[in-house]
């Protein structure tokens, strides 16, 4: 090897040039000092060059790095002085030590001598990673290439992917035909080889030309950087993960995170299988050893084609295992590399190989999710199209991405037991969703939240009243969770009891207001302005054929006719419940047999649109033109509820449809009889011929005495006129109106009192009685069960 003195060297090619990694081991030298290769970097360069390499200094600005005097060990034994530039290839790769007369450090032609002096004129020189970074020669020209290394004809596609190489020699033709160098560009290539390995590349190149200027060829230097690219993949992994995976609470989605992360970036093939306690939110069975790990597979991604049939699928049982130490291993929370061999010596059972190691399959490497103590699943990565199996860097990275999707999983298994546990308790305290008597017919549905929200307050409810009279009740308490959920249960039993009072709506949401207001005094100060509910009552009464409505901060009902649209119910709104202030307000609207009544939260026009008065609007369209086609009732619930299409919602829906039915003809008598005792006659004889016109002449001696007894109280302790009426539908009612306010009480009379036994007589000969206050007077009224 030619190495120039101080102010001996006369051509460009006396140059030298050696290849220093982080050890401070030569690995690799220009031309023809190979026996060099694996020394001591102390042997080949000076201690000046050393120290340059631990301490770099900036080069100045238009000229060149640190420079001295340095020696240097020829390939034949003779050492001698050189002057010395460097070059980092940057990240983890070697870094390039130039030695060179004087008159080539300061002269503009540095490019080209340091390319003479690695590969020689005309030729490319690579250093490929499977090759232990051996310089390989070739003329890019005709693309033969010519090595210690690699045969006499071999070409980048012999050694790289076809893809790749094209790539390559695509940029060094720009070179050759420019003449314009390029410096430590990033290509990333797979080998030739099959499976593919990956390679980070750092590519050099510059234009070599004869003593004519002439183009020659192209120098070119591949310095290997794989590490370094994988160190930053790693990072890279590291931060995906922190950032993607954990931020749901949904279990199987967490699971598909995670195969989403390491395929293909980490893995060729990769799945999570979680215990089947998890997946309803339980707590796992500990278990140590072989058989049953009550484990199912939860997803699994492969980085090309389909998953392969003969392995496990998704939702299938992970069979018993054999009590290896894998097994063991994994359940005391240790991530654990094991070749397909060592899987098949372990396993002994083709059966099970087949389900647990893919075709191909080389390096595979298992971690379980443990958290709190408790083993939730494990995930599982192959490799099978990598050549390289998982080493140490591998472990540390993927039980680190375990242990955070651990977490996540934990924490979405935690949330999905208070969730369902909270759901369980609205479902238990929500009625049944249909009801149907011979005036009504009702449908209510309930969606919670979605996209993670907790269970909320909304609630619905459709209460049998005396009299044919249904109220129809919506509700929406303020928040979400379990402090909502029993908030609801609360207010949805005094609304039942209240309406058992047959108050009016504006009456009972009176009551409903005190009542939530005593919640928040009664609540934490800290939450006292986060108890208050929004609520909607109707009471419809299929003998007026009329409704009468009450609002308290809710939306308006929407009403459609029997042939007609769907609009909103012009109801006069009050404040929300809690707030206090001011009155409710009634309204009444007229509602023709054949109509439908729709109730709902506004967690429902959230479904169809931000605008409140559009939501509405869309929401009576819909329900205007789905009732033409949907004569079933439920069903036309359930297609409300779906709304449009969209993102989750973050608030609960509850809808209640209410569609009435008509009376039969001649259900309905009534008379008015003056406030006389001789009107009292009267009264049996009009109850007992109307009973004869029904056929009902079994019941005519249980209805006299009642008439007589509610009309005699009335004429004797209320005052004229008085009003009797006569109700057939399934059942019998007797209802008696006069003008007093009085509320009649049922005493139990002493065996020495002449009176007071009318009320308990009524008590004892109906199902059931009571009383109910009009806009002036009352109505008492008892109720027979017809036989069939």
Request: with cysteine; hydrophobic share 40%; proline share 7%.
């Amino acid at each position: 090897m030619a190495v120039g003195r101080t102010g001996d060297c006369d051509s460009p090619a006396e140059v030298a040039a050696v290849l220093i990694d982080r050890r401070g081991v030569v690995t690799g030298l220009s031309r023809t000092a190979e026996d060099l290769l694996g020394r001591p970097a102390a042997d080949v360069v000076g201690r000046s060059v050393l120290r340059l390499l631990a301490e770099p200094r900036a080069a100045a600005p238009g000229g060149l790095p640190d420079s001295g005097d340095a020696r240097l060990l020829c390939g034949s034994g003779e050492v001698v002085r050189v002057c010395y530039r460097s070059e980092s290839l940057g990240g983890s790769a070697p870094t390039l030590i130039l030695a060179t007369a004087p008159d080539q450090v300061s002269g503009p032609g540095w490019d080209e001598a340091l390319a003479r002096a690695l590969l020689g004129q005309d030729r490319i020189g690579i250093v490929l990673r499977d090759a232990d970074l051996t310089v390989v020669r070739t003329n890019l020209k005709d693309g033969a290439f010519a090595g210690p290394a690699l045969p006499p004809g071999t070409r980048l596609a012999d050694v790289m992917h076809p893809a790749d190489a094209a790539a390559v020699e695509e940029s060094l033709r720009d070179v050759l035909e420019t003449g314009v160098p390029f410096a430590a560009r990033e290509q990333r290539v797979r080998s030739a080889r099959a499976p593919h390995g990956d390679w980070s590349l750092s590519v050099s190149a510059v234009r070599t030309e004869d003593a004519q200027g002439r183009p020659t060829g192209v120098a070119v230097l591949f310095t290997d950087a794989t590490k370094h690219w994988q160190a930053e993949r790693r990072r890279e992994l590291r931060h995906r993960a922190s950032a993607a995976i954990g931020g749901t609470l949904d279990i199987n989605r967490t699971a598909q995170e995670i195969v989403d992360l390491l395929v293909p970036d980490f893995a060729d093939l990769a799945w999570v299988d979680l215990a089947d306690a998890v997946l309803t939110g339980d707590e796992p069975p500990k278990t140590f050893g072989g058989g049953d790990l009550h484990l199912r597979r939860a997803t699994c991604r492969i980085a090309n084609g389909p998953w392969p049939p003969e392995m496990l699928q998704l939702g299938e049982a992970v069979p018993p295992f054999p009590d290896l130490p894998v097994v063991r291993e994994l359940q005391e929370g240790g991530t654990t590399v094991i070749g397909r061999a060592a899987l098949e010596r372990g396993l002994a059972d083709p059966a099970h190989v087949r389900l647990a190691a893919p075709d191909g399959g080389h390096s595979m490497i298992v971690a379980p999710l443990f958290a709190r103590g408790l083993v939730l699943g494990v995930v599982v990565a192959w490799r099978i199209d990598r050549i390289e199996p998982f080493d140490e860097e591998d472990v540390a990275l993927f039980t680190e991405i375990a242990a955070h999707v651990a977490l996540g999983v934990d924490n979405a298994r935690r949330y999905a037991r208070e969730h369902r546990a909270a759901a369980a308790l609205q479902q238990r305290l929500l009625p049944q969703t249909y009801m149907s008597t011979r005036v009504m017919e009702t449908a209510g549905a309930y969606v919670p939240a979605g996209g993670g929200a907790e269970i909320g307050g909304d609630w619905f409810d459709a209460i049998e009243l005396p009299s044919l009279r249904t109220a129809l009740v919506v509700g929406d308490v303020t928040g979400h969770g379990l402090h909502a959920t029993a908030t609801m249960g609360r207010l949805r039993t005094a609304v039942q009891t209240l309406a058992d009072l047959e108050l009016a709506p504006d009456e009972l949401l009176t009551h409903l207001d005190d009542l939530v207001t005593r919640l928040a005094d009664e609540a934490d100060p800290a939450h006292h302005d986060m108890v208050g509910a929004t609520c909607l009552v109707a009471v419809h009464d299929p003998v007026t054929g009329r409704c009468t409505m009450a609002a308290a901060g809710h939306p308006p009902p929407l009403l459609a006719l029997a042939n007609g649209r769907a609009v909103p119910v012009a109801v006069r709104p009050g404040p929300p419940l809690g707030v206090g202030g001011l009155p409710f307000e009634t309204t009444t609207v007229a509602v023709p047999p054949g109509s439908i009544i729709a109730l709902y939260t506004d967690g429902l026009l959230q479904r169809y649109g931000s605008d409140i008065d559009g939501s509405t609007q869309d929401l009576a369209d819909r329900l205007t033109g789905l009732r033409r086609s949907k004569d079933d009732l439920p069903s036309l619930a359930r297609a409300l509820m779906s709304g449009t299409a969209g993102p989750p919602q973050p608030d609960d829906a509850a809808l209640l449809l209410a569609r009435t039915s008509a009376l039969e003809e001649d259900a309905v008598a009534s008379w008015e009889f003056p406030a006389d005792p001789a009107a009292v006659a009267s009264a049996r004889a009009a109850a007992t011929g109307k009973l004869a016109e029904w056929r009902l002449d079994d019941h005519a001696f249980v209805t006299e005495l009642i008439v007589s007894e509610l009309v005699t109280n009335a004429v004797r302790y209320g005052g004229g006129p008085v009003g009797l009426r006569l109700i057939r539908d399934g059942v019998l009612l007797c209802e008696v109106t006069d003008p007093s306010n009085t509320q009649p009480r049922m005493r139990r009379a002493r065996t020495t009192d002449e009176g007071g036994r009318g009320l308990f007589l009524v008590a004892q000969l109906s199902r059931r009685w009571g009383s109910r206050y009009g806009l002036s007077g009352k109505t008492i009224w008892a109720e027979q069960e017809l036989s069939e």
